[in-house]
């Protein structure tokens, strides 16, 4: 056997495709790596053009194989880029399936004279194996991601989900807490508020006698008697006291009234008083509330509306759902030093109402964010809010099996969102 014999024994027996092309595309030769994967006879003919044989590819093969004709320099194509540009299968050595065959091709001078190239030649490697091995994994890397995307997903809603039990033991134990704190104080306050009562009642009838006194005095009208009595007045700021005391005693009312307040709030907060649970209309609701809140809103802000129209009535308990939206209204209006905004949006979908209750007040800061909804906490000065509002909206959404959420950017506004599931009576234990 001749060497050229040999040479060509063996680049039919390669597992790589050889062909060369002239300038034309024409074929001049190529091994039993192309010609066996022909769907014709075609490769029984060796005047044929490669550009014709293989139309799907032609425009890329023509640039290919001109850039090794002009430059005289090889020219690669691979598979990650361009993965069948001959309609080749593949079969697998283990199981036999018959796939797309993934292809590298280098193309590379041949012949070459006076620095002219005639002929290009083309090596195609098939690498079907290597890129399914590469494309297995990538396709577990993408599957590691998208697992670790929803663990994180899921972490991040236990994590939620850990806070928001936290949150409902927290306010559990504090209802308890409140409940036994309500029903002490509340006995004490029956006994001062009657004693204070009967204290105004005294007071106003001893007021009375002195001043009868000091009448019989000047109809005797006896100088010592009436310099003893001048005296004494002037003596014991007898003038201050008339004035003094009823503004005394009165404010003291209006404190035991205002604990008698945070004592009702205590009760409704640990659950001690409900209401009925029963068919209402939301924004029949809110429109009320705000009549209720109109005095302390009116020279804050302008209501802006956006209710959604024909919205179902909602199974709830309506009065402690206006609770809710008075502290929600009343903390907005507080929220606005001069003149500003509250946008009040109400929607509903199948399974939920949406309450957005939106200020462009003074916002608050993330530090207190945390906070807002633990009893007894404010932001506003002493005396001005008792620290149970949002505490006690907290607990009746709650019940609701229902979600408060709040949202704030400091100097530009907060948003309190209230959503409630749309429940039957059946639902509701």
Known sequence: MSQSQLLQKLASRLPLGICVVDECYQIIYWNEFFTDRLPSDKSKTQDINLLTLFPDAAKFLQKKINS???LNNASFSYWEHRPHVFDFNSSRPITGEETAMYQNIEFFPLDIENNQVKTVCLIVQDVTELASYYQAQKSLSEQLEQEHTALSLLNKKLEA???????SEKMAAI???AAGVAHEINNPIGFVNSNL?????????LLNLINFYQKMTRKIASPPYFSLEQDMLKRHQFEYICTDLPDLINESIEGLDRVAVIVKSLKSFSHVDSSEWQYANVVEGIENTLKIAANQIKYKAVILRNFQDNLPELYCQPMQLNQV??????????AIDERGEILIDVSASDTEFIIVINDSGSGIAAQ???KIFEPFYTTKPVGTGTGLGLSLSYSIVQKHKGEIKVASVVGEGTTFTVILP????????
């Open 325 to 334: 939206f008075l502290n929600l209204l009343i903390n907005a209006a507080q």
């Open 197 to 205: 009562q009967s204290l105004q009642d005294y007071s106003v009838k």
């Open 422 to 429: 749309i429940l039957s009576p059946e639902n509701v234990t």
């Open 368 to 370: 207190d964010l945390r």
């Open 161 to 167: 989900a850990q806070n928001q039990l936290l949150q």
């Open 68 to 70: 090794v004709f002009v």
């Open 175 to 177: 209802g308890q807490l």
